[in-house]
């Protein structure tokens, strides 16, 4: 009797403990793919905006992401369906023609998205990519305080603290780079850092009052991520050609859309428009501890590889500055105290993307997932 109690035991550990390592897989993957997305566009980017010879036009490329985005959103939509031509066309058509009220709301942060994007490609173009990625991580501070601002959420002293903290840390990295000019960018003519600089900030500031603007919306409707994303590239994409044409409409009517598109360009505008997507669906394993050390790891290969690919100079003054930056984004990603406010600002997850070019329009904790992923009901083997 004793022995069959026993191996009962055994056999109901077993399933925890594989439950428990294929948990642990799926975080150091989400861990991975996290950091290598944060990483590789800005790099990228950098990468193709500093290559010599004729350059694509960025307003393009924007517009380019918006389609593929919207395209793939689309799919994720009819696979919902159940490739049901007929019943997916209806439910777009409900949701974006008939409720036009509702779809009217996302062209405000749509048109923020679409400067935003336009701004980095100026930012990264002119700002070594390394300083960028630090910079760029004062969007967590803005979504933090628009957080308090409109939605009235609440800061523990450990987050008010790393806000602090963070800010400390790009001031300083700013003073090092004011003071390495001439290292930190090339002679190119065609490179301002001041330009880059202003860029940065005003993206920064655009991402944290479009982040919560999207979330606030996301909050009062019962429409899915999905949904709405399709509903933010159809502004986003009329938006883009808008820009487009103002920014360089006479020199892509001479030379053509895609003027200046190589397989690198193409990689850079892919992983664009399905990082942000493929981060949403990673987040889902990624708690934000990890996505705080994604984060940060991702601020570290930046810089490394800076030094490689661009000759970027790291000395006392700029480590310092990263270090508290990466220590503030690790500290305002970590559990509340038991007794602190639960609730949760936005900003953890806008940490979980600070490369990608839309961090807060796709990922927003797994509330929004679950109308993708698929669900399954008590009776199910593994619920």
Not at 177 to 184: P, R, V, W
Not at 233 to 262: Q, S
Not at 274 to 282: D, S, T
Request: proline fraction near 2%.
């Amino acid at each position: 009797m004793a022995a069959g109690s026993l191996n009962k035991t055994v056999e109901e550990k077993t399933p925890n403990r594989t439950h428990s390592d294929a948990n642990r897989k799926l975080k150091y993957i989400s861990l991975a793919v996290l950091v290598v997305q944060n990483a590789s566009l800005i790099l990228s980017i950098r990468y193709v905006r500093t290559l010599p010879g004729d350059r694509f036009f960025a307003t393009s490329a924007v517009v380019m992401a918006e389609v593929l985005k919207v395209l793939t959103c689309l799919l994720i939509i009819l696979l919902q369906k159940r490739f049901s031509l007929m019943e997916t066309a209806h439910f777009l058509f409900d949701s974006v023609v008939l409720q036009y009220r509702d779809t009217l709301k996302l062209a405000v942060p749509a048109l923020i998205y679409t400067l935003q994007n336009n701004l980095q490609y100026i930012a990264i173009s002119n700002l070594p990519a390394a300083t960028f990625q630090v910079t760029y991580q004062l969007k967590i501070l803005t979504t933090a305080l628009f957080s308090v601002l409109m939605l009235r959420k609440s800061l523990t002293r450990v987050q008010w603290v790393s806000l602090l903290l963070l800010f400390t840390g790009v001031a300083v990295v700013q003073v090092q780079q004011e003071g390495n000019k001439e290292a930190s960018v090339s002679d190119s003519s065609q490179q301002n850092y001041t330009a880059g600089l202003v860029a940065v900030v005003i993206s920064c500031l655009s991402s944290g009052f479009a982040g919560v603007y999207f979330e606030k919306i996301l909050k009062g409707s019962a429409a899915s991520v999905w949904m709405r994303n399709v509903q933010l590239g159809i502004f986003g994409t009329a938006l883009g050609l808008l820009g487009l044409w103002w920014n360089d409409g006479a020199a892509v009517a001479e030379r053509g859309f895609l003027f200046g598109y190589t397989a690198t360009v193409w990689c850079v505008i892919f992983n664009q428009a399905f990082g942000g997507l493929l981060v949403a669906v990673v987040v889902k394993y990624a708690d934000n501890i990890l996505k705080g050390f994604a984060t940060s790891f991702s601020i570290v290969v930046s810089t490394v590889m800076s030094v490689y690919l661009f000759a970027f100079h790291v000395d006392l003054l700029f480590t310092v500055g990263a270090g508290l930056v990466i220590g503030a984004v690790y500290m305002y990603s970590l559990p509340k105290a038991p007794g602190a406010s639960v609730t949760q600002s936005p900003a953890s997850s806008s940490a979980s993307s600070a490369a990608s070019s839309e961090p807060s329009r796709t990922v927003d904790g797994e509330g929004e997932m679950e109308a993708f992923l698929p669900k399954c009901s008590g009776k199910e083997k593994g619920c």
